[in-house]
């Protein structure tokens, strides 16, 4: 049921945006060793769509609005609350505490994003990319999962990435990095599991150089099969490799999914299986000047086959585009996405969204 934004959530969010003084200020209210800081995005996106008869064919909307809060008690335990405005929808993003026992041992407890694929784990704030699934408005015709057949589709219909409500137990040495979670399997926003299966999910990354890291994850998402009444479980397995950073020069990103399209089950309930990847290559170039700080070309290719044993039923996204940057993470972008099943026309979709970070 679609819910009317409050107006607290409409006023915070103004008073926090005339509060910012420069590029990505916060505000900041300390108590004794504990403080406080809150901060936020507002996205404001227009999209169009080639898809014949789909309307609305031209759309501006709110993409997302989000308000944090991010606690620091002392040098050992914090935690976040973050509530979103997202397509129409009110509801809570992040909610945890964490305790930091020590760097290669911290445990969170709440709602957060389960550690899997690096391109759900990257802020939204931060990807040079508009939607992480590509969709074309209009489209949804990906086996099982719906929409367009995408590398983050797969990762999120399927319950494998995103956030969900439980416990992480995650750690780094400088080098290595690892994450392991136990969740409900439910999506965000949902109060308490509906059984007592439960999802997990782990990951773990090593920084061979200076801008260069690879990754391995796995992820397992319980779901109920209503002709036989049980639990069943649907698992994923992956990898990622990264060259350089976000607004540092040369950024590229790869990745590769592979498991249990459990939206997809045949007459005896067995999951198809599914395979996609997903590449990314971007420059982050800086300028000298008072307006625009740096500009971002960036290219994305995206391919997904929700039934390896189907028939023409994958399909590939490609994606060019670009940012203008006016300070720290503000900016404008564009995105021009063109999705080619095997079988069907190809359709595109433009996109250019507005970023304020604060």
């Not at 929808?89 to 026992?101: G, H, S, T």
């Not at 290669?104 to 990807?127: A, H």
């Amino acid at each position: 049921m679609r819910r009317r934004t409050p107006l607290w959530f409409l006023a915070l969010i103004a008073l926090l945006a005339i509060s910012t003084s420069h590029a990505e200020a916060q505000v900041e209210v300390r108590f004794g060793e504990a403080s406080l800081k809150v901060g936020g995005r507002l996205h404001m996106q227009y999209a169009t769509s080639s898809v014949e008869g789909y309307q609305p064919s031209h759309n501006f909307f709110v993409r997302r609005a989000r308000v944090n809060f991010d606690v620091t008690l002392n040098d050992w335990i914090d935690g976040r609350l973050q509530t979103a405005y997202v397509l129409g929808l009110v509801n809570l993003q992040d909610a945890y505490i964490r305790f930091k026992f020590d760097p290669l041992f911290q445990v969170t407890f709440g709602q957060f994003k389960r550690p899997f694929d690096m391109f759900e784990l990257d802020s939204s704030t931060q990807l040079s990319f508009i939607e992480r699934d590509g969709r074309i408005p209009g489209i949804d015709s990906c086996l099982g999962v719906g929409r367009t057949c995408s590398y983050s589709r797969f990762t999120e219909a399927l319950f494998y990435s995103n956030r969900d409500m439980g416990i992480r137990v995650a750690g780094s040495t400088g080098k290595l990095d690892y994450a392991v979670a136990l969740t409900n399997g439910e999506s965000i926003s949902i109060a308490g599991d509906q059984r007592g299966a439960k999802s997990w999910s782990g990951r773990v990354s090593y920084q061979f150089a200076d801008r260069f890291s690879a990754a391995a994850n796995i992820s397992a998402h319980d779901y109920y099969i209503e002709d036989t009444e049980e639990d069943a479980y649907g698992y994923a397995y992956g990898g990622d490799l990264r060259y350089g950073g976000y607004q540092d020069g040369l950024h590229v990103m790869w990745a590769l999914v592979a498991g249990d399209n459990w939206r997809q089950l045949d007459d005896e309930n067995n999951a198809a299986q599914f395979i996609t990847t997903q590449g990314l290559v971007s420059y982050y170039f800086e300028r000298d000047a008072d307006r625009l700080k740096a500009w971002e070309p960036v290219f994305r290719v995206s391919y997904g086959d929700p039934d390896t044993d189907a028939d023409n039923a994958a399909a590939l996204i490609y994606e060019p585009g670009v940012f203008a940057y006016f300070g720290g993470r503000n900016r404008i972008g564009l995105n021009w996405t063109f999705y080619s099943p095997a079988e069907g026309d190809m359709e595109h979709a433009i996109r250019v969204q507005t970023f304020l970070h604060f």
